[in-house]
């Protein structure tokens, strides 16, 4: 059994930047590749990006690509998303996630067995 808990989330201009937290509890975090999804209102979720067990490896979504970073600290137990040049359409939930069958991570949300509570962030234009 996986805990994970977002923080970070927020109000900021277009333009502006946020850094999500993910800290997970319960089991080895390093027996786990990361993700992180969105979901804005009336929409499914949606792939974000998503880190190796070892950090080595990571994946973007199309939308958010040269502007996010998702990074590890495995000493820490935390995955962090770092999002600068937010835009209006960043604007959702956002939900960390981790995978024991996926060493490098996936796009796909059912490859995930844990999930946080979700985080939300509004980018006001």
């Known amino acids: 059994q996986v805990h994970l808990v977002e923080s970070g989330g927020g109000l900021v201009q277009a333009g502006g930047s946020l850094r999500l937290s993910c800290a997970a509890s319960g089991s080895t975090f390093t027996n786990y590749a990361m993700g992180w999804f969105r979901q804005a209102p009336g929409k499914g979720r949606q792939f974000v990006s998503s880190i190796s067990w070892n950090g080595v490896s990571s994946y973007y979504g199309d939308s958010v690509k040269g502007r996010f970073t998702i990074s590890r600290d495995n000493a820490k137990n935390t995955v962090y998303l770092q999002m600068n040049s937010l835009k209006p359409e960043d604007t959702a939930v956002y939900y960390c996630?981790?995978?024991?069958?996926?060493?490098?991570?996936?796009?796909?949300?059912?490859?995930?067995?844990?999930w946080g509570q979700g985080t939300q962030v509004t980018v006001s234009s």
């Open positions: 996630a981790s995978t024991a069958a996926e060493g490098y991570g996936s796009m796909r949300n059912g490859r995930y067995d844990y």
